[in-house]
């Protein structure tokens, strides 16, 4: 089982930047998609990017699509997520996820490892 922990949330203005990090320990990143996940308060947890386990592919959500990248450094065993252009409906907790499948879900009950969750606040 891989362990994941992510970090780099906070406080931001609508119009600005964030970049959240997840740490992998207990298996390389490369054997598994990666994933972001994040949860508004009252809402249920939403796809928000995934990179395939080759990492030739990225998938993501249409709400974050222009203005989020996910990118994987292997030497470090992290899986990042530029932010950019951030609204106040991007506030949420924010996930890392990982799944040993072949394919990419959008589906957060196909992946078996969670992180802790990093909280994003942007204000308006």
């Known amino acids: 089982q891989v362990q994941l922990a992510e970090s780099g949330g906070g406080l931001v203005q609508a119009g600005g930047s964030l970049r959240l990090s997840c740490a992998a320990s207990?298996?390389?990143?490369?054997?598994?998609?990666m994933a972001w996940f994040r949860q508004a308060p009252g809402k249920e947890r939403e796809f928000v990017s995934a990179?395939?386990?080759?990492?030739?592919?990225?998938v993501y959500a249409d709400s974050v699509k222009g203005r989020f990248t996910i990118s994987r450094d292997l030497a470090k065993n992290t899986v990042s997520l530029q932010m950019n252009s951030l609204k106040p409906e991007d506030t949420a907790v924010y996930y890392c996820?990982?799944?040993?499948?072949?394919?990419?879900?959008?589906?957060?009950?196909?992946?078996?490892?969670w992180g802790q969750g990093t909280q994003v606040t942007v204000s308006s």
């Open positions: 996820a990982a799944s040993s499948v072949f394919y990419v879900s959008r589906r957060s009950r196909e992946y078996d490892s």
């Open positions: 990179v395939t386990r080759s990492g030739g592919n990225t």
């Open positions: 207990g298996r390389t990143i490369s054997s598994s998609v």
